[in-house]
């Protein structure tokens, strides 16, 4: 892989590699532009089938998270880090340490958070050597767990995606087919539940769809099931790449909306979501709820005024559906192009961020 050409092309700004050998570290930091502000985005750990995949992984969340924090109206650029390794296995006190010091080398440039792999207390130990971490533990005076707030702005984009398709934006009485019901998603079913949806879920955990089941009365199905199931929306929340040219086919739903990252396989699937007349929310609007919440931390977190922030996610959303009906364009085009329009309007009066005494963080 030529590794600057790919920098170049997608313009990224800074590739680290972390390597410690006493704890088994092997991380990879990606920054893709901070235009707005420090880099924020999460740390996954995940066993790659290739360093190439690994880096590869990062680079492409990392510039996820540069249009995430921007369309969310976050005053941060975008980064990701990947450790290489399985999370259940291999993780030790000193392994996040060492990852710990690597990230305060870079003096505010790049902030972390949970992602698939890690968890609030990995992110604890992390802040025993840098201050640029978020989703500590709320004993810190932090905001610990961000996946209960994504579920929050999920079912507010959710309601957002309701109001474009029908008019309005209540959920009482539609049905919602939700794959996967994990942290974020199981906290989701509540909120549709509470607002009398009916729930059709699936799950590769049992267990999981169980507790959905018995808590707000879903209905289970298999696994490869939830795509054809008559619905009136399709929460994809367990994977990336569910929308792909197997799975449109299958789709009854008029809506497309739910929390999982890079849900279409490609972008032309979003074309065709467009082209057959259903609404998608494109994932890194509505799923924004998370990183929304860590970000308030860096100025003295404050739960009622994130979860306001996180209620932006609608209007977020009704801009984006504007967007694309005025333009005639494909939702994740008009989200493209809301979250570049913001960067490009701020290049102006920005450069590249350096901590320079006064910023966000120097306000906690
Ligand atoms: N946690 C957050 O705050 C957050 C923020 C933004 C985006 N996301 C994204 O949302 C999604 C869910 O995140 P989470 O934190 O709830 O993860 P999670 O691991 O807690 O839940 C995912 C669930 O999906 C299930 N699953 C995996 N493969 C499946 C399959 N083939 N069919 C059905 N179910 C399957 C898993 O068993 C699990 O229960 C992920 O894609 C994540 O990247 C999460
Ligand atoms: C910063 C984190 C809370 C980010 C989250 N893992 C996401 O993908 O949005």
Request: proline share 3%; net charge negative; charged share 25%.
């Amino acid at each position: 892989m030529e590794m600057f050409k790919y920098m170049e092309t997608y313009d990224y700004e800074q590739l680290v590699f972390c390597q410690d050998k006493a704890s088994g570290l092997k991380a990879i930091i990606a920054i893709h532009d901070t235009t707005l502000g420090p880099a924020l985005g999460g740390t996954r750990m995940w066993t790659y089938a290739s360093e190439e995949d690994a880096i590869i992984d990062a680079l492409r969340l990392a510039k996820g998270m540069t249009y995430k924090n921007a369309a969310a109206g976050l005053n941060l650029g975008g980064g990701k880090t990947v450790i290489i390794g399985d999370p259940k296995k291999d993780k030790n006190e000193a392994m996040f340490r060492a990852f710990g010091r690597y990230i305060q080398s870079l003096n505010g440039r790049y902030i972390t958070a949970e992602d698939v792999g890690t968890t609030v207390n990995d992110m604890d130990t992390i802040h025993e050597e840098t201050d640029f971490v978020t989703g500590i533990s709320p004993a810190f005076g932090s905001s610990g767990n961000p996946s209960p707030v994504t579920a929050y702005g999920v079912y507010k984009g959710m309601k957002a995606a309701a109001k474009q398709a029908y008019g309005v934006d209540s959920l009482e009485g539609r049905t919602v087919a939700v794959q996967g019901v994990g942290n974020v998603a199981y906290k989701l079913c509540e909120y549709l539940y509470k607002e009398g949806a009916n729930l059709i879920v699936t799950d590769i955990n049992k267990e999981a769809v169980q507790r959905a089941v018995e808590n707000y009365g879903a209905k289970a199905v298999e696994p490869d099931e939830i795509y054809s199931v008559y619905c009136d929306i399709y929460a994809p929340c367990a994977l990336g790449a569910t929308i792909n040219d197997e799975t449109i086919p299958q789709l009854k739903a008029t809506i497309v909306a739910g929390a999982a990252n890079n849900q279409l396989k490609e972008t032309r699937h979003g074309d065709i979501l467009h082209e057959k007349g259903i609404v998608y929310a494109p994932d890194y609007v509505i799923n924004a709820g998370g990183v929304i919440n860590v970000a308030d931390e860096l100025n003295g977190y404050d739960s009622e005024r994130a979860m306001k922030r996180v209620e932006t996610i609608y209007d977020n959303l009704m801009r984006v559906f504007a967007i694309s009906k005025r333009d005639n364009i494909p939702t994740y085009v008009a989200a493209d192009r809301m979250a570049e329009e913001r960067i490009q309007g701020l290049q102006q009066s920005r450069s590249t961020f350096l901590l320079n005494g006064h910023h966000i963080i120097s306000r906690r």
